[in-house]
């Protein structure tokens, strides 16, 4: 079963943080595999409410791209350099592959082995190397143990096919020789005398006793088959271990978290039919074929707290998106197939998720209800924001004492550690909670901080103009607003860059305010903010 990746917007608020956790919750009381993420750092409000409730912080997730994992490539499809080519040729056949990854003992990877190398081994008269071991010669020729004194066997084959005196005459045996001969007296003594590698006697089970006590003196290492000559010359080759056919390939291996998209501009360069698949220690992990491009198995994802590209996590565009959950407008996120969408105009997302605990009659834990309480009343401002609805207040309630907690105290150290900006730069807090969308075509930003007391903060506003108006020109925005909300008075002051002017002018009905503008009774930029923007710029 795939992991279901849930997450809220980039900027992560507490309502969005805490209904990734409640919704991944209660999908796994139905054996989902669910996971919570966040996009971003999470401020210092969802940071209390996480420790108030002792839950770990969601991992970070960085993107949601197609990798070669997402494929389906040949997993566990490798062989080890110590391998023999017989058993490259074999596990070629039985996996119908033309080529194979090659690791060490360690699974570290070495190369890749393609059926072209193979052949170019077997079809090659000449080829007369042989490095491998005394167990694979005896596997794959068929061969019966007569004297083994060393394990590993390396040398040049030679293959006896004179008349014993021409032979004598004519080749000069060397230590470095593997015999392939007849069961003849003469040339095997021949063979002993001359402390060949390895004496390879065809046609028969045994050899005589004088040649076997000759050979154990020499310790001449001596395999026995009942095979005929053509076929141990041309098998005995087989038993090479395959790093000695290692070509200097340029095939690199490919690590499996690369995005797709890079590995088709590399595949496009290089136009391989194998590729071998690493993880990022370099081990290997199986076999990626041109044809498995085309099988491609798109994260499942669900989205809560948001509904437009722009505020979600990169690469959403390639993910197979399952639900949605929200208490926004509706955005521009489409799908190529029907997909389950919780979309209610109340004051959190959690108000909903709250709901579908209800509906799916699960009742959530202590810790559970205690963070979907403090995503409503960090949304809803405990109810002050106009966006609040009977269904956020009534979730309120019921989520409090399951939670053993009483919202109006909860609250204030929630909001106190929400307004405190120590140790923050002035970018830093513009982001800490920002949405970015278009409409119209026109790109807009709006940030939002919450203080007890935004006295302390304007002391700064010039620094604030002067760092909105750096962040409007590097990211071209056409509209880039900061609101700084007093959550106790209920009020927002508002700055802007200076393109910005003449819009807030005319949507607030007021003039001359780019130096800043107190709006009282402003504490929702989603409610009374945004939508007044929608309707000026349509």
Known sequence: MDEIKIFGHKNPDTDSVTSAIALAYLKRVFKQDAQAYVLGEINNETKYVLNYFKVDKPPYLNDVKLEVSDLNYKK????????????????????????????????????????????????????????????????????????????????????????????????????????????????????????????????????????????????????????????????????????????????????????????????????????????????????????????????????????????????????????????????????????????????????IIYEMYKEQKVKPPKYIAGLMLSGIISDTLLFHSPTTTIYDKRAVDALAKIAKVDPLEFSKGMFASAASIKGKTIEELIYNDFKSFNISNRKIGIGQMTVIDYIKVLKDKEKYLTVIEKISEEHDYDILAFCITDIINNNTYLLYNAKSKNIFETIFDVSDIYEGYELKGVVSRKKQIIPLLMDELK
Do not use: W
Not at 178 to 199: C, D, M, P, S, Y
Not at 277 to 297: A, C, F, N, W
């Open 76 to 351: 566990d499809c490798y062989l080890n350099e110590k391998n023999t080519l017989d058993d490259l040729y074999n596990y070629m056949q039985k996996e119908e592959i033309t080529g194979v990854p090659i690791c060490k003992d360690n699974k570290n990877f070495v190369g890749i082995v393609t059926m072209k190398d193979l052949l170019k081994i077997i079809v090659n008269p000449h080829y007369d190397e042989l490095k491998t071991n005394y167990t694979n010669i005896l596997k794959i020729i068929k061969g019966i143990e007569i004297l083994r004194f060393r394990e590993n066997i390396e040398g040049k084959i030679l293959l006896s096919a004179y008349k014993t005196t021409d032979f004598e005459e004519n080749i000069n045996l060397t230590s470095n020789n593997i015999l392939i001969t007849g069961n003849r007296f003469q040339i095997i003594k021949h063979a002993i005398e001359a402390k060949v590698h390895l004496i390879v006697v065809v046609g028969t089970k045994k050899i005589g006793d004088d040649l076997i006590k000759l050979a154990m003196k020499n310790k001449i290492n001596i395999i026995a088959t009942m095979q005929e000559s053509l076929y141990v010359s041309r098998m005995i080759i087989l038993s090479n271990y395959i790093k000695n056919i290692m070509s200097t390939n340029p095939i690199a291996p490919i690590i499996e978290n690369m995005y797709i998209n890079d590995f088709l501009t590399l595949a496009s360069k290089y136009k391989f039919t194998n590729y071998p698949i690493v993880d990022r220690k370099g081990k290997i992990l199986g076999l990626l074929r041109s044809e498995d491009i085309r099988e491609k198995r798109r994260k499942k994802v669900v989205m809560v707290d948001h509904n437009e590209y722009s505020q979600s996590v990169d690469g959403i565009d390639e993910a197979e998106i399952l639900e949605i959950v929200d208490h926004h407008k509706i955005g521009n996120v489409n799908s190529s197939v029907p997909i389950n969408f919780r979309n209610m105009a109340v004051g959190s997302t959690n108000t």
